[in-house]
């Protein structure tokens, strides 16, 4: 992503009340990524994945009023519980979709976890901008499941 515009790459950083390990559990265990991966109101009934680098996963997700759709993409950098790296591509994309990296970092602070992401390149703004509030919406999701102590 070095030398991308930045405004066409998505930064964002929350702080969790989890251990690192269990926020990387809720990041790579099918069961919990059932519970929280998505934008408010959609679901995602499908997930599989093969957690090494090279492996693969494919999520199928599914909007409050549409059918099923997919992603998918391959683990670049699995680091536990500090980093988790992959490739990002809409199956059947948009003609602006374009295939991605998302990074999240996990650092320790006091009794929670600082979560970082980074995702991007993208095409266009719009792009972006669904992106950004898709992944704003799921870490409401990701705490709400932390709270609660699924």
Excluded: C
Aim: net charge negative; glycine share 8%; hydrophobic share 40%.
């Amino acid at each position: 992503m070095e030398g991308a515009p930045d405004r066409l790459v998505l930064e964002l950083a929350r702080s969790l009340d989890a251990s690192r390990e269990q926020i990387f559990g809720a990041l790579t265990e099918p069961s919990a990524l059932t519970k929280w991966w998505g934008p408010s109101g959609f679901t995602t009934p499908e997930v599989e994945l093969d957690l090494h680098v090279g492996g693969s996963y494919r999520f199928g997700m599914q909007p409050p009023d549409g059918e099923l759709f997919y992603l998918a993409g391959e683990f670049v950098e699995i680091d536990p519980p500090s980093v988790l790296a992959y490739s990002f591509r809409w199956e059947d994309p948009d003609p602006d979709d374009q295939d991605t990296l998302v990074r999240l970092s996990l650092h320790a602070f006091d009794d929670s976890t600082n979560v970082s992401l980074v995702h991007g390149v993208f095409a266009t703004e719009a792009r972006l901008t669904l992106h950004r509030n898709g992944w704003t919406e799921s870490f409401v999701k990701l705490r709400q499941l932390i709270e609660r102590g699924a």
